[in-house]
């Protein structure tokens, strides 16, 4: 089981930039997805970004170019860089993790694990 803890959110007006980070723990497989996940009051989960064991990214559109995952292997640390905040970024932020490659679909299917999430309000 893996177990993930997510900090460095907060609030920040508009335009300005925040770093999450995401530490796992716990049995991690060799392939294996992660990926931030937002949620919106009333809304349906959204995926932000994800990354797999091979390093491959993958952004929804409404961040591309203002968000940027990364990870430290060797800490098994996940980061999210968000630039340019705008208010509609409000949201509970978590990461996720899946045994198994992403693929192009990694938005809808479903993590093994997931963080309690760390809030962005944009103002």
């Known amino acids: 089981h893996v177990q993930l803890v997510e900090s460095g959110g907060g609030s920040v007006q508009a335009g300005g930039s ?12 060799n392939n294996y997805c992660v990926g ?13 970004a994800s990354i797999d064991s091979d390093g491959t990214i993958s952004y929804a559109e409404s ?6 995952i990364s990870r430290d292997i060797a800490s098994r640390t996940l ?3 968000m630039s340019n905040l705008k208010p509609e970024d409000t949201a509970l932020y978590y990461c ?11 938005s ?3 993590f093994d694990s997931r963080g309690p999430g760390t809030q962005v309000t944009v103002s």
Do not use: D, H, T
Not at 36 to 48: D, H, L, M, S
Not at 63 to 68: A, D, H, N, P
Not at 96 to 106: D, E, F, L, R, Y
């Open 63 to 68: 961040v591309k170019g203002r968000f940027s």
């Open 79 to 81: 980061y999210l860089l």
């Open 18 to 29: 925040l770093r999450l980070s995401c530490v796992r723990s716990g049995a991690i497989s």
């Open 96 to 106: 996720a993790s899946k045994v198994g490659m992403c693929g192009p679909n990694w």
């Open 36 to 48: 931030w996940f937002r949620q919106r009051p009333g809304k349906a989960r959204e995926g932000v």
């Open 108 to 110: 809808k299917l479903r």
